[in-house]
């Protein structure tokens, strides 16, 4: 069996330094993910509004995102306005206003298709039952928006926590970068050491990623 | 003569839709009496849909008056249309439960929205479900239940905000003609039972002959025809009415064959 150069890991901190970037890339995406779900409702209930301005707003957003590559927003963000702005960001925070920025446009467009989707006849019996607006939306637009939107919001999380690993262009030490890191300092006495350790950080994305897909899935089949 | 309890005056209501305007109410007037069984009747595209939902104000008209009770609707405030609303209960031909939730909640549904504490609106959803001979179903999920009886869960829930109106859309359009008449005959018990004004939306004679007392013909957003279902059915004066008729004696002869 050839070497595959795991065993650095087992050497001094490296298993939990590589824990350590782990966290830095999940702690970044689970915080875009939780803004990007939140203003991405409001968002999505604002995009359906007739409102000709605000349409036209939300759709160059959109396009922004959807053409711009996430690491050129990165570099904008952490390089570009320290020198025209004077802002001084620190690079998590630049990851995690670009991660959300990316995020809430592509949640408010699933939220806008899962509430155009419900029909019309939904909001007029509801609306005869004598409820408010506010009351329409809590308890009978949103539970049943939410059931259609779940596996696509499943695919947007694991889509961003896995393209975090670009924000290591930006310095942030995640687990991509401290797997490169082990693996140079290494390189004479483990040159195999790229092998297994950039498997293990596939493993560890997997680790994050699986159980939300299996969680999806779930709540698929009991809301179904 | 029965005072008037809903009233409509010179109601009229135009979509714009893409290849030019449809008037779905041209200047409609009509007057129906508290408690009775009103129907309306005509084919579709008569306006009937738009008149029942300009009773309610789903649907917004674009001039006239539709007074209940003496109030006229158009003159409330949104705070208190939304309370008349509630007690105007409404029935759809595709009934809009809440597939997620099982009947029983279904029916409490409204009652939560109006503040009722648990323990009462679950008893209030338990005595309308054996009303409307659901006792049995309370814990069934919507797509368990067939046509008819998802009907009559939404009639229950409709029933715990105690409307004194009940406007019916098409009520049992969806529905087979047994089960059709099933439904009928609960609307009838209900009507017997809690005096309240029933309002039926229908492209069926059949309907307007099983249990309505008065009737009103439409016919491209006009009233042709308005008056006792026995006179109506006796001798029709409008072409709509006729027509009507007839189409209902080709029915029940497709029934037999």
Redesign the interface.
């Known amino acids: 069996m050839p070497n595959l150069g795991i065993d650095v890991l087992f050497k001094g901190k490296n298993f939990l330094r590589l824990l350590g970037g782990l966290w830095a890339a999940v702690r970044i995406s689970l915080i875009s993910v939780a803004i990007s779900i939140a203003l991405g409702l409001v968002m999505g209930m604002l995009m359906t509004s007739q409102n000709k301005i605000l349409k036209a707003v939300f759709r160059v957003y959109l396009e922004v995102v959807r053409i711009m590559p996430q690491l050129v927003l990165l570099f904008i963000v952490y390089f570009g306005t320290t020198r025209v702005f004077g802002w001084d960001l620190s690079a998590e925070y630049a990851a995690i206003i670009v991660f959300s920025f990316w995020g809430v446009a592509e949640m408010g467009d699933l939220v806008r298709g899962a509430l155009i989707s419900i029909p019309k ?2 909001y ?2 509801a ?6 607006g506010l ?1 329409i939306y809590l ?2 637009i949103l ?2 928006t939410i ?1 259609r939107l779940i596996p696509l919001s499943i695919n947007l999380i694991t889509r961003m926590i896995k393209t975090t690993s670009l924000v290591m262009m930006i310095g942030i030490v995640e687990v991509l970068k401290v797997a490169q890191q082990i693996i140079e300092a290494n390189r004479r006495t483990s040159p195999n050491a790229a092998f297994g350790v950039f498997a293990v950080v596939f493993l560890l994305y997997f680790i994050v990623c699986w159980p939300i897909s299996r969680l999806a899935a779930y709540l698929e089949r009991r ?1 179904s | 003569m029965e005072t008037a309890y809903i009233e409509v005056h010179n109601l009229s209501k135009t979509y714009s839709a893409k290849n030019g305007n449809v008037e779905a109410l041209k200047s409609v007037t009509l007057s129906i009496p508290k408690n009775e069984i009103f129907g309306v009747i005509g084919l579709s595209g008569a306006g009937k849909s738009t008149l029942v ?1 300009c009773l ?1 104000l ?1 649907e917004k008209p674009d001039s006239g008056e539709v007074v209940i009770d003496g109030k006229n609707l158009l003159t409330l405030g949104k705070e208190q249309l ?9 029935i ?1 031909q ?1 009934f ?1 439960l ?3 939730q099982n009947v029983l909640d279904n029916v409490c ?2 009652l ?2 109006r503040g009722i504490p648990i323990k009462q609106r679950k008893e209030k959803a338990l005595e309308l479900l054996q009303k409307v001979g659901l006792g049995d179903k309370a814990e069934a999920y919507p797509s368990q239940l067939s046509g008819g009886q998802k009907q009559r869960v939404a009639i229950a ?2 029933l715990a ?1 105690e409307p004194d109106i009940l ?1 019916c859309d098409e009520a049992t359009s969806a529905l087979d003609p047994e089960t059709t008449k099933t439904i009928l005959n609960l609307l009838k018990s209900i009507y017997d039972s809690m005096g309240i004004t029933i309002v039926i939306i229908t492209h069926e004679m059949r309907v307007i002959q099983e249990i309505c007392t008065q009737v009103a013909v439409l016919d491209g957003g006009t009233v042709q025809e308005c008056g006792s279902v026995t006179e109506i059915f006796k001798n029709p004066k409008s072409r709509a009415a006729r027509r009507l008729l007839l189409m209902r004696e080709t029915e029940e002869m497709s029934d037999v064959g």
């Open positions: 006849i939904q007029e019996s609306q005869a039952l004598g409820m408010t009351q308890y009978v539970p049943q059931r809301w | 939902r309610n789903l939304r309370l008349r609303r509630q007690k105007i209960g409404m759809f595709h809009n809440l597939e997620q549904f409204p939560e929205i829930r409709v905000n406007l």
